[in-house]
């Protein structure tokens, strides 16, 4: 009998303050990775639209100019 209460005793640790300091690291940096990995998948996702907006535009100016020889590409600079 004796020894089934030191069992049961010794089983678990009475301190645990560092765990949860090391739980928590770990949960930060896996949390910053991630919030990092999908501010750049959503950058890549904005750059690819821009890029295929330009390239349309210029396929539609193209086009105009090919089949409308009286046309007139407008120029507008960034201000």
Known sequence: MQTLGKLKDNSFPRNQRGAIAAVSAITMVVLLISLGTVIDLGHIYVVKAELQNAADAGALAGAE????????AKYYPYS
Do not use: I, K
């Not at 100019?65 to 007139?72: K, T």
């Open 65 to 72: 100019a090919l089949f409308n020889p009286s046309y007139q």
